[in-house]
């Protein structure tokens, strides 16, 4: 396997595959460690001779130190495993905060084109009352309007202009354009006598 840190990208089934020769790694180091608990427990450090400076007569000298040998070679693998399995782990969360910082400069950059290229608004609804046509028709509060009707921010003098191409317009469907969270967003609304005030509430 290539290692990570090599000039390849490295992905998630690599330090899979890391973590995995991690595990076979402490694997084999618990197995040594029974081994040598098997032999009367002796473990790392305890003396291999007798009070006599004989070998003891009560293990297996030769299991007892390949097992050791073993041991050490394994943590030594496993340390230096853990260090590449560090290293991988950096470069991904490096490349995904990278890719992070990407998409978030692309969704700004989009936006920014798309808010150049909006129209000019010159109303806010800052009120729509519940079941009054202008509700119906799905106009919502903070809606920018930049078109209503006829009426657009090149010829908006003043609310008279709406209010004249509504009384003009009663039962038919008017066709206003507005801008909602950045968006342009096209409304039909019919002006019509209501149970409230005016014809559009």
């Not at 595959?17 to 790392?44: H, N, T, W």
């Not at 608004?121 to 903070?142: E, H, I, R, Y």
């Not at 930049?146 to 609310?159: D, H, I, K, T, W």
Request: charged share 25%.
């Amino acid at each position: 396997m290539a290692e990570p840190g090599g000039g390849r990208t490295v992905t998630v089934s690599d330090v899979q595959q890391l973590v995995r020769r991690k595990d076979e790694i402490e694997a084999q180091i618990k197995a040594c460690y029974e081994l040598l608990e098997g032999q009367k427990g002796v473990g790392m450090h305890e003396p291999l001779v007798d009070a006599e400076g004989f070998p003891r007569a009560d293990i297996d000298l030769y299991q007892v130190r390949t097992a050791r040998h073993n041991i050490i070679c394994l943590q030594n693998d496993h340390k230096a495993l853990m260090k590449q399995v560090e290293e991988a782990l950096h470069k991904l969360h490096a490349r995904e905060k990278e890719k992070h910082a990407r998409d978030e400069a692309e969704a700004l950059a989009e936006a920014m084109s798309q808010n150049q290229s909006l129209p000019q608004a010159f109303a806010k609804v800052n009120a729509v009352t519940p079941g009054s046509p202008a509700s119906v028709s799905g106009l919502q509060v903070d809606d920018e309007i930049v078109e209503f009707g006829s009426v657009n921010a090149n010829n908006f003098q003043n609310l008279q202009n709406i209010a004249t191409v509504v009384q003009h317009s009663e039962g038919r469907p008017l066709s206003v354009t507005v801008i909602r969270g950045g968006r342009r967003v096209h409304v039909g609304l019919t002006p019509k006598r209501w149970s409230g005030k005016g014809l559009l509430g």
